[in-house]
Nanobody
Framework: QVQLVESGGGLVQAGGSLRLSCAISGATFSRNTMGWFRQAPGKDREFVAA????????YYSDSVKGRFTISGDNAENTLYLRMNSLKPEDTAVYYC????????????WGQGTQIIVSS
């Protein structure tokens, strides 16, 4: 089974940086799309960033473009999200997810890790 475990969340002041990690088991980088999403209280889960590993294509939401970077370590089977210049509006629970080949929607999700950005 595919399993994803996020880590690296915490409290940070505005302007600071964090790196989230997502350890993935049961799925490979080569065949799947991997992404990061976030959800603030009372709001829908929103897309943050994604990577199509085989094609080397990365996608970012407009709100994080230029500040966040999605990457992965194939040897460690770990997905990362580097977050720079954090803003209070980045406060949310962040989830990593995998969309396996042939799926229209992300079909595997981690448990989430909370990011709180203070003013």
């Amino acid at each position: 089974q595919v399993q994803l475990v996020e880590s690296g969340g915490g409290l940070v002041q505005a302007g600071g940086s964090l790196r989230l990690s997502c350890a993935i088991s049961g799925a490979t980088f080569s065949r799947n799309t991997m992404g990061w999403f976030r959800q603030a209280p009372g709001k829908d889960r929103e897309f943050v960033a994604a990577i199509r590993w085989s094609e080397g294509i990365r996608y970012y939401s407009d709100s994080v473009k230029g500040r966040f970077t999605i990457s992965g370590d194939n040897a460690e089977n770990t997905l990362y999200l580097r977050m720079n210049s954090l803003k209070p509006e980045d406060t949310a629970v962040y989830y990593c997810a995998v969309r396996t080949r042939g799926r229209a929607d992300y079909n595997y999700w981690g448990q989430g890790t909370q990011i709180i950005v203070s003013s």
